[in-house]
């Protein structure tokens, strides 16, 4: 199993925002995490990349079969762990080709290999940016410096393709695409799942579901998870709503 | 306070008892004959610098009367010692001095540009030089300059003829080779109507030790000229650098200056630019890194005397564990300079809580038609940015250095000088390795 997360509960500044979550996730699979505005999605994906801040308070994460929670940032980035953020951060002065150079060295050299060919790595670079329809310019300019807001979602899923992760948590990566956007983003998302490695998605919108088939839907209310289903469960929040979510989960209550 | 004070007479006693042996030795150089002694006598009347007066108030230069320095001897090199400090590799056209004296033997330099030993020049160019050296920079209030007037016994000279552009970037190379010995390097530069050139300073020290380099520079530039200048100060970590240069621009001149500030226990910059014509531009650029106890500090000052010019200044620094750095810098617009543009930043990174930047930009306007802005930001390292970089599996260790080395970017980019800039980011990039926090 790639992720378990076992009744987990975390603060953030002494306020309980997770309240006890349950998630497994297998090699191969894709969920999706939906849910109201202020439900914690986000705070999950912030606790599983290590951002100072987020306490777990409780349960346990297991990644691998290792305690995620003991390791640092880089050390869960190392060993696989990918988070596109909803919100990515501008570095001024940093160059896309040497941030990610940087990443994919130093994510070697945690595995004893020695450093990619500059050569290699300027190929492979090119060859995502292709699939994902940006320009290899992009390689020269800061990271997210002055990017409008597509252009730095497109630039995680680029980070992610190159990085080739075995857990990608994705947080509204489909927010603020245009629709032509959303196909390529997906498309780029599509590519890099195989077997062998797991994706969580975190949105509001089934559109993004009708690209990225989940096998799992998640819906996370108030801190718990209230409800989990097959992708028919997205549909059927669309038509609902989430009142229909927390109401049913009171029925279970 | 009484063990300074003593050593502080010490010092001073020393420093004449030098002058008096030197003497006659100095007065059998043409070089500076008649000026001597009248900067000795300058610096007799208004003594070394305390943290009274307001262009020292924050560099307290008492640890360098705990050195007794003499005056540095000439000693000569072997060739290989210098080839460690070739910046660019393969350079054609490099000035070497050691212990602030012109060393021909190992200097090359093509045909169109002099560049000779100061001394020299003082007899085979007199014209030149009476009419330039030491009508610039005063020694009225400076002790520093009276001292180098009064002791400098060699230096660079380098004139450029009208017209003429100097493909080859010149590195003047200027190594320290003494233990606890004051230099005086002295340096004159003369550059002819629609001249162009690429100079590239430098100084590095041989030995580990403290030593005081008391530099002192005139720049003249003539009509149109173009100036590239790069100064990088790599001394020891317990020497000390103090260095004065004034530069004078004539009508449609350009002076570009990027200062790189890494060593020295102390090093004071004082950069003063005269825009006496219409049409001039001036870029002064900085950069400093300091550790340990070491402290920086640039002084500058742009004097817009003349409409239609414009400056733009940006220094920054990163500064690490006790380090203190220095920034004053000056823009005097005068009242006949309407339509000047003028833009001054000063921006600091302290990477400790008991590393200190006094920081003072400040704006002198008396024209009312201009465009000037200043500025100063004091920080520390986005965490947001690093928390992201880690994310990605890049080490901290690594982060940090690469948002420094995105940080010192701003300054290093204007190194014009493909091949010097990639050297200067590289020892820079190094540096940042080397202190984690
Ligand atoms: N750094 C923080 N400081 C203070 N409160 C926080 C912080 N991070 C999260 N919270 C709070 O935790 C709660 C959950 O926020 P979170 O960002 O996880 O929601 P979300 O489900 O991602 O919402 P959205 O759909 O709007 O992105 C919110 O009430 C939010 O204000
Ligand atoms: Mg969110």
């Known amino acids: 199993m790639l992720l378990k997360i076992k009744e987990l509960r975390a603060s953030v500044k002494d306020t309980e925002i997770l309240k006890g979550i349950n998630l497994k996730v297998n090699r191969g699979e894709v969920h999706a995490i939906m849910g109201p505005n202020g439900s914690g999605k986000s705070t999950l994906a912030n606790l599983l990349s290590g951002r100072e801040g987020y306490e777990a308070t409780g349960g346990e994460v297991l990644f691998d079969g290792k305690n995620l929670l003991d390791m640092s940032t880089e050390e869960r980035a190392c060993q696989g762990l990918f988070l596109a953020f909803q919100y990515p951060v501008e570095i001024p002065g940093v160059s896309i080709a040497n941030f990610l150079k940087s990443a994919v060295n130093d994510i070697r050299a945690y595995h004893g290999l020695s450093?990619?060919?500059?050569?290699e790595f300027l190929t492979l670079a090119k060859d995502k940016m292709k699939m994902l329809d940006m320009d290899s310019k992009f390689l020269r300019r800061s990271v997210n410096d002055g990017f409008s807001g597509g252009e730095k979602k497109r630039n995680e899923v680029f980070q992610l393709s190159m990085l080739n992760p075995r857990l990608a948590v994705l947080d509204e990566t489909d927010s603020g695409l245009d629709i032509d956007a959303l196909k390529i983003v997906a498309n780029g998302v599509n590519r890099f799942h195989t077997k062998e490695n797991g994706v969580v998605l975190i949105t509001h919108y089934q559109r993004l579901l009708d690209y990225i088939a989940p096998d799992f839907v998640h819906v996370l209310v108030k801190g718990r998870i209230v409800e989990s289903g097959g992708k028919e469960l997205a549909l059927h929040l669309e038509k609902h709503g989430y009142d229909w979510a927390i109401k049913s989960k009171k029925r279970v209550n | 306070m009484k063990d300074h004070n003593r050593a502080k007479s010490l010092y001073l006693s020393r420093i004449a008892s030098e002058f008096d042996r030197l003497r006659d030795d100095l007065k059998k150089q043409r070089l500076l004959n008649g000026t001597r002694d009248t900067a000795m006598a300058r610096f007799a009347e208004i003594g070394f610098p305390t943290k009274r007066h307001e262009k020292w108030k924050h560099t307290d230069i008492r640890s360098l009367f705990s050195c007794q320095f003499e005056t540095a001897e000439a000693v000569s090199l072997k060739k290989e010692a210098i080839d460690p400090f070739l910046l660019l590799g393969d350079e054609e056209n490099f000035v070497v001095c050691v212990n602030g004296r012109f060393d021909r033997k190992l200097s090359r330099i093509s045909e169109e540009i002099i560049a000779c030993s100061l001394a020299h020049a003082a007899?085979?160019?007199?014209?030149?030089?009476?009419?330039?050296?030491?009508k610039h920079l005063g020694f009225q209030n400076s002790a520093f300059v009276a001292l180098n007037t009064a002791f400098a016994t060699d230096g660079i000279f380098i004139y450029v003829p009208d017209h003429t552009i100097v493909e080859k970037p010149i590195h003047l190379l200027h190594l320290s080779d003494n233990e606890r010995a004051t230099a005086y390097p002295r340096h004159l530069f003369i550059m002819g109507r629609n001249s162009r050139i690429q100079l590239i300073e430098s100084y590095h020290s041989l030995r580990k030790s403290p030593y005081l380099n008391n530099c002192a520079s005139e720049i003249i530039l003539g009509n149109n000229a173009r100036v590239e200048h790069l100064k990088i100060q790599s001394e020891d970590e317990q020497a000390f650098h103090i260095a004065a240069r004034q530069v004078c621009q004539s009508r449609g001149s350009l002076y570009s200056s990027v200062a790189i500030d890494l060593g020295g226990s102390l090093s004071r910059n004082d950069l003063n630019v005269l825009l006496d014509a219409e049409g001039i531009e001036t870029n002064l650029y900085g950069?400093?890194?300091?550790?340990?106890?070491?402290?920086?500090?640039?002084h500058t000052f742009i004097d817009h005397a003349k409409p239609h010019c414009q400056s733009a200044e940006l220094y920054k620094g990163v500064l690490s564990d006790h380090a203190v750095g220095v920034f004053s810098g000056k823009v005097?617009?005068?009242?006949?300079?309407?339509?000047?543009?003028a833009f001054q930043q000063n921006q600091t990174l302290l990477l400790s809580q008991d590393a200190k930047i006094n920081s003072k930009p400040h704006l002198k306007i008396f024209a009312d038609d201009v465009k000037c802005s200043h500025g100063a930001t004091v920080g520390e390292l986005d965490e947001e940015a690093l928390f992201y970089m880690r994310t990605?599996?890049?080490?901290?260790?690594?982060?940090?250095?690469?948002?420094?080395y995105a940080f010192a970017q701003d300054v290093l980019a204007h190194i014009g000088n493909k091949t010097a800039r990639q050297r200067v980011e590289e020892i820079v990039m190094e540096r940042f390795k080397e202190h984690v926090n």
């Open chain 1, 115 to 119: 450093k990619i060919d500059a050569m």
């Open chain 2, 123 to 134: 007899e085979t160019r007199a014209d030149l030089v009476d009419t330039h050296l030491a």
């Open chain 2, 287 to 298: 950069f400093y890194l300091a550790r340990g106890s070491q402290l920086v500090d640039n």
């Open chain 2, 332 to 341: 005097l617009v005068r009242k006949d300079a309407q339509k000047t543009k």
């Open chain 2, 392 to 404: 990605r599996g890049i080490s901290e260790e690594n982060a940090h250095a690469m948002l420094r």
